[in-house]
């Protein structure tokens, strides 16, 4: 075989990456945008002063506003919090995305949308490149009932789905999965870069020529980033993102990207024998079990896209391993480890708590929820603290905001949002930043809530962890107002 040219051709051509689309002067076994291996090629490259021949009858202009979006209306698929995600349900044409780690329910989900859909009488087709179909029917009939018009053909051959949507004209597909399809023609196994992209590029065309929606099933790498070239995300309308703890019943479902609607949406399932089961309230999952009065214990209002979700947040102080000058790293569960280090360091030099520097600090995030955003900062915090100086915090209290290296408490974005959600799960106080800003003015603020903003770490640790509320009674927060704090809203 022929080494590729290592030097720009000498007819002006430059080389693509078949994985995200990047060109190069000079050949290289790694692309230098992405650092694939071996996905350089040759393109011929236009030359300078030549133009494309200018089309003599081009489609003109028309006014926005006399566009219609009547083709744009969703298809309800059934399933309520995949629906909510999706603004309605599916388009007519439309191409989605759907990944997540292996074992987390994705083909489960969208069996049960095939299933709800053709209950109302549609006719839907399951394409499954990975697994039987004697495979497929076992776990359907874990699962419920099949519909009599729900079709499954089986095998990666790309062509032989398409044929097999033109003939049945279904009102929905799926593909299980998208790393398992091929294109025979192409000489390549499947999964590889070039089978990837090329087969969702015949599967969109051929959901825009039909007009059946398709849902794509598609595979994680080792760092939970979708697997195949990135130009596959650019190439469909949504991308949704299911995710979960496989020890935990919870699961999330998140669109990273959605042509017809807001992204950042947020639906939650429980994962029963029966399936996946909707769940339009999480807090009996996430808080049902939770034990009121224990040192370490704070309850976080943090955003999945535009959902607030009630999250109770830990911090155990455990025995160290007897080295080092200084505190050992905090291990974490569903939190960032480094920012839960950078916690501890401005617990440590922006407060008066002593931290002991023979323990081992522990911090999780329970019930199957991962919290990332700094929202959780202040409540980590004061969890933190809590259990270093073994004082619980009130069990009707909430704790959001942001920190800064200074010790400073920042605002963060959906305040309303989040204290309305307190308010409605039994809440009563809430501990905001100072500088924090409610839609509506402090009138805005839940009837019911008292809020109290605080400017730094420091003033939320006098309220919660002052000696008279180590001698007072259980439950009580000295220095909390008895009227709520509007003004500093």
């Not at 699962?143 to 053909?153: E, S």
Request: hydrophobic share 45%; glycine share 12%; net charge neutral.
């Amino acid at each position: 075989m022929a080494t590729p040219p290592r030097s720009r051709a000498r007819d002006g051509g430059a080389y693509l990456c078949s994985s995200c689309e990047a060109t190069s002067l000079q050949w290289a076994g790694r692309c230098p945008a992405c650092g694939e291996w071996n996905t350089l090629g040759p393109v011929p490259a236009r030359r300078v002063g030549s133009r494309s021949p200018r089309p003599e009858n081009g489609p003109p202009a028309l006014a926005l506003v006399d566009v219609s979006t009547d083709g744009t209306r969703p298809l309800p698929t059934g399933v309520s919090e995949l629906d909510r995600v999706m603004g309605g349900g599916v388009v007519a044409g439309s191409v989605t995305l759907l990944f997540g780690p292996p074992g987390i329910g994705k083909s489960t989900l969208l069996f049960q949308v095939l299933s709800s859909l053709a209950a109302t009488g549609l006719d839907v087709m399951l394409a499954s490149a990975e697994e039987s179909l004697a495979q497929v029917r076992g776990r359907a009939s874990r699962i419920g009932l099949v519909p009599r018009n729900l079709l499954a053909i089986e095998g990666p051959d790309v062509e032989a789905i398409e044929a097999a949507v033109e003939r049945h004209h279904p009102a929905l597909v799926v593909v299980d999965s998208l790393q398992s399809v091929s294109d025979p023609e192409l000489g390549q196994p499947a999964g590889s870069l070039a089978q990837v992209r090329t087969c969702v590029e015949r599967l969109t065309r051929m959901a825009k020529l039909t007009g059946a929606p398709l849902l794509l099933v598609g595979h994680v790498t080792k760092d939970g980033d979708l697997a195949g070239p990135r130009a596959v995300e650019h190439l469909v309308d949504t991308v949704l993102s299911f995710d979960g703890d496989r020890h935990h019943a919870l699961r999330v479902l998140t669109s990273v990207k959605h042509r017809f609607g807001p992204t950042g949406e947020v639906g939650i399932f429980e994962m029963r024998d029966d399936g996946l089961r909707a769940v339009p309230d999480p807090g009996p999952l996430l808080l049902g079990d939770r034990m009121a009065g224990v040192p370490g214990s704070v309850v976080v209002p943090v955003l999945q896209g535009r959902r607030p979700l009630l999250v109770e947040v830990q911090a155990l102080l455990g025995p160290g391993n007897g080295g080092g000058s200084g505190p050992p790293r905090p291990q974490t569960l569903g939190i960032d480890a480094a920012r839960a280090n950078l916690l501890l360091a401005v617990l440590a030099c922006r407060t008066a708590v002593e931290i002991p520097a023979s323990a081992q600090m522990f911090a999780a995030a329970v019930g199957g929820i991962t919290v990332t955003e700094p929202a959780a900062d202040l409540a980590v915090a004061l969890a933190m603290a809590s259990v270093i100086t073994d004082i619980p915090l009130p069990p009707d209290v909430v704790v959001f905001g942001e920190l800064g290296l200074a010790g400073e408490v920042r605002t963060v974005p959906g305040a309303d949002r989040r204290l309305v959600e307190a308010q409605r799960a039994g809440f009563t106080r809430a501990l905001v930043p100072a500088s924090v800003s409610v839609a509506g003015g402090p009138t805005a603020v839940p009837a019911g809530l008292r809020v109290l903003g605080v400017r730094t770490l420091a003033e939320a640790l006098s309220l919660v962890h002052s000696e008279a509320g180590a001698q007072g009674a259980p439950g009580t927060m000295p220095g909390w107002p008895t009227a709520p704090a509007a003004a500093s809203l």
